[in-house]
């Protein structure tokens, strides 16, 4: 009970602000999904709130500030050094420097510029929906299965952590959360939010294969861009559907 206890107190505090403490380690895992409960659930009271002014825009600001504040900005970094990492032609070694670096280049703005506005414009189109909480745990299946399936392309990577606790059960169990997860989404809103599901997976993979092929594998920061990428091609697609009926 303490190993759980401790795996799953290290898995909220690295994926959230919550200063619980714990360790990190195989359960730590399973329980990446769950902080997407909690940090959708957060950001909906956020937009619920900003919502109250009269504009669905100024609710679509408060949860995207809500987001960011209590991850911390981890994705919405990650995204950044990945978009430098992997844009350009540059030597693989050379990639990776540039993604340990504190800088910004170019790429990195016009990456977080597009992520925020698409995820600020759906917001305001679909008001928040509950179901959406489902994407934020979704998007945290598919950072966690990630870690599970693709080498890494360094060892001192924060994905190292994780990865070293490779085990056949968390896979399934991973599997398990994310069909619940899908099921439960389904259910509160319609069948059709499965496309948008497989769009924003397939962007989430779309980056995996790209970072495979670049850097022959992944790092924190792909692991962090991936889960945002694929949160944000869901309510980008579920938008889409909304305004065309």
């Known amino acids: 009970m303490g190993r759980v206890s401790q795996g799953t ?6 994926m ?8 990190l380690n195989a359960v730590s895992l399973v329980v990446i999904p769950l902080t997407g409960l909690i940090v959708g659930s957060v950001a909906f009271v956020g937009f619920w709130l900003g919502d109250r002014s009269g504009s669905a825009l100024v609710g679509a600001v408060v949860a995207l500030i809500v987001d960011a504040a209590l991850t911390r900005g981890l994705h919405y ?29 170019a790429f990195a703005v016009v990456a977080l510029v ?14 928040f929906p509950a179901f959406v909480i489902g994407f934020f745990v979704l998007s945290r299946a598919l950072m966690a ?14 994905a190292q952590v994780f990865a070293s606790q490779r085990r056949r059960w968390i896979i399934w169990a991973l599997i398990a959360e994310a069909l619940i997860a899908i099921v439960v989404t389904a259910l509160l809103a319609t069948s059709l939010v499965a496309i948008a599901i497989v769009f924003g997976a397939g962007c989430g993979f779309g980056v995996l294969a790209l970072a495979v092929r670049r850097l022959g594998g992944i790092t924190g ?17 579920t938008a889409v559907m909304r305004v065309h009926g």
């Open 9 to 14: 107190r290290g898995a909220i505090a690295f």
């Open 16 to 23: 959230t602000l919550l200063p619980l403490g714990g360790s």
């Open 77 to 105: 970094d990650a995204v950044a050094d990945t978009a430098d990492g992997l844009a350009g032609f540059v030597t693989r070694e050379r990639r990776l420097a540039i993604m340990d670096e504190p800088t910004v280049g």
């Open 114 to 127: 597009v992520v925020v506005l698409v995820r600020v414009a759906a917001w305001s189109s679909i008001t």
């Open 145 to 158: 299965l990630a870690m599970m399936w693709f080498p890494l392309a360094k060892e001192s990577s924060m």
């Open 221 to 237: 920061d792909v692991v962090g861009a991936v889960g945002l990428v694929a949160e944000s091609g869901m309510l980008l697609a």
